[in-house]
């Protein structure tokens, strides 16, 4: 109760505001007492000396009052020999038993004598409401503060750590993060004291521990009253705990529809047990870190299984078979994207000939959409190797495949079927709605070769003629996606890179190995394109090898005699 606002109406007020002590006798409703500046008691109201027995006139304040009202009271006065006058002090407040109360001064005079008069009110509902605003205020940034260390990242394992070093730091002396779902062994994170977290692998019983098996499977919290500290197997508690467990709670922490794990408190000895609103706020936690835990171990799982599926969409590394140099570039439309609509593979002795196949092509669309049916068409061609020797018939098998799918896209494609002729290498080249390959001759002529065809995966019938023709060495043929020459950009970003710009770059490439052709290629319609958006660009160089002093050298050491 503040004196200023609850004083006896009526009553005299000092200069400051505040009422003046009556004369002997006065009966305010509140504890008033009142003390002269060398610290005496002068006076006090009835419920002032039930309050301070020994608040008797003539006795010194300080033994008559709790410590921190004398305290007040000697800062109101001054420290000097000269009493301080006029304005009183600040307000105090502190316990009297198990009550708190706040005294507010105000100068007064008795007899021409000055001295201090007391007003006292009891402050036990405010105080405990302050206490209890700033317990929630502190959890509420710690819980701020949770959300934003946890969802700082993806990692299963540093999530476990960070859930634990807060927990040990906020709730309890020690921590143990237990991960449900680890199969045979159960991967576990602990802290002491908010230091550092260790990590381990066990294989453990979650049943030796009461609570801990239902909190695996997302029942509700077993009560920590339930738990004996006494009977917690040795892999509960930290070697860092450094003593007896006083009390023990087990939090489950919940996940995306299924647990995440379980968080295991712990207190040394001698400390009180969790309290229910302590649990609580403990289950508060808990949820947001096990929507952090579940997130990683989902975004470890989705990154697992992209990477096996980018294993088998992204395009191969090519290599030299049988005395054929081969060379593959890959560039796809989006940044951010690795895969896209462009793709090509190079299977050695496909058919009865046992000639290398090479298959390039354009699926229509960009991204992960176009990539999903690149991959049905690379299996699709995989299945159909035995018969690579007659390639319209693999495209109306492709193209008869695709029909009867869900896929409502299409796909041009180009087959290259490479086999060694002597020196040479004979080259039969089949075209399906794609641009035909270029073909670079030792004198640095480039033509195009004689195929042309239908796409497949949109009509009934796929149509497509064969070229034949012969590498020597020094030669490359390139297979190109429209990628490549439909890339615009330029001085002004609108100019496509065009087919007679690639014919002048293959030109200067006569003699170059499939690798340096495919390089020079990328390097010019990358430039031309700059920062500007393009298409999914793909091509593959055949090269038959020039013949050189490394190949004799080799020969003599035993190998193929290819440069």
């Keep these: ?279 609580v706020f403990a289950r508060l936690f808990a949820a947001r870190a096990g929507a952090a835990l579940s997130a990683a171990r989902m975004y470890a799982e989705q990154a697992a299984v992209t990477a096996t599926l980018m294993r088998e969409l992204l395009p191969p590394r090519l290599e030299q078979i049988r005395g054929v140099e081969f060379a593959g570039g890959y560039r796809a439309s989006e940044r951010g994207e690795r895969v896209g609509g462009d793709f090509y593979d190079v299977h050695p002795e496909a058919g009865e000939a046992g000639a290398s196949l090479v298959v390039l092509g354009d699926v229509c669309g960009k991204g992960l959409d176009a990539a999903v049916l690149t991959g049905r068409i690379r299996n699709t061609l995989q299945a159909l190797l035995p018969m690579a020797d007659d390639h319209p018939r693999v495209l109306r098998m492709l193209n008869d495949s695709l029909l009867s799918s869900h896929h409502t896209r299409f796909a041009t494609l180009v087959l290259a079927s490479a086999i060694r002729d002597g020196d040479a290498v004979r080259l039969d080249l089949t075209s399906a709605g794609h641009p035909p390959p270029l073909l670079v001759r030792a004198d640095g002529t480039v033509e195009a070769a004689d195929t042309r065809g239908s796409l497949v995966g949109a009509l009934p019938e796929v149509e497509a003629t064969t070229a034949r023709v012969t590498l020597r060495a020094g030669e490359t043929c390139l297979l190109y996606t429209d990628g490549v020459t439909e890339a615009r950009g330029g001085p002004f970003g609108d100019r496509m890179f065009g087919e007679e710009r690639l014919r002048e770059a293959l030109a200067e490439c006569a003699g170059m190995p499939a690798e340096a052709v495919v390089e020079r290629v990328q390097m010019l319609a990358t430039q031309w394109v700059g920062g500007g958006e393009h298409d999914d660009m793909a091509m593959v160089a055949v090269t038959v090898p020039r013949k050189s002093t490394a190949g004799v050298v080799s020969t003599a050491l035993g190998g193929r005699g290819d440069a």
Excluded at 4 to 27: E, F, K, N, Q
Excluded at 36 to 48: K, P, Y
């Design 1 to 279: 109760m503040d004196a200023t606002r609850s004083s006896p109406v009526g009553a005299p007020r000092a200069r400051t505001g505040h009422p003046a002590l009556p004369g002997a006798g006065y009966d305010a409703p509140w504890p008033v007492l009142a003390a002269d500046m060398a610290g005496a008691v002068v006076t006090a109201n009835a419920h002032a000396a039930a309050l301070f027995p020994a608040a008797v006139p003539g006795a010194p304040l300080s033994a008559a009052v709790p410590r921190w009202l004398g305290a007040a009271h000697r800062a109101a006065v001054g420290a000097g020999p000269a009493p301080r006058t006029g304005e009183a002090g600040e307000p105090a407040s502190g316990p009297v038993g198990e009550r708190v109360y706040r005294a507010v001064p105000a100068p007064g005079r008795d007899g021409g004598t000055p001295h201090l008069v007391w007003w006292l009110s009891d402050d036990t509902e405010r105080a405990a409401a302050e206490a209890a605003l700033a317990v929630e205020r502190e959890r509420t940034a710690f819980l701020a503060e949770a959300s934003n260390a946890l969802l700082a990242t993806l990692n299963t394992e540093r999530c476990m750590e960070v859930t634990a070093q807060l927990a040990a730091r906020h709730l309890a002396d020690g921590v143990v993060v237990v991960l449900s779902g680890g199969g045979r062994r159960t991967p576990l994170a602990r802290a002491v004291d908010g230091g550092g977290s260790t990590r381990a692998l066990l294989t453990l019983d979650p049943a030796d521990l009461p609570g801990l098996a239902e909190a695996l499977q997302g029942f509700p919290p077993v009560p920590s009253r339930w738990i004996d500290p006494e009977a917690l197997p040795d892999w509960v508690v930290p070697e860092e705990f450094g003593g007896p467990v006083g009390a023990v709670a087990v939090v489950p922490l919940p996940g995306h529809g299924v647990p995440a794990g379980a968080l295991i408190l712990l207190r040394r000895d001698g400390k009180r047990g969790f309290t229910e609103p302590e649990e």
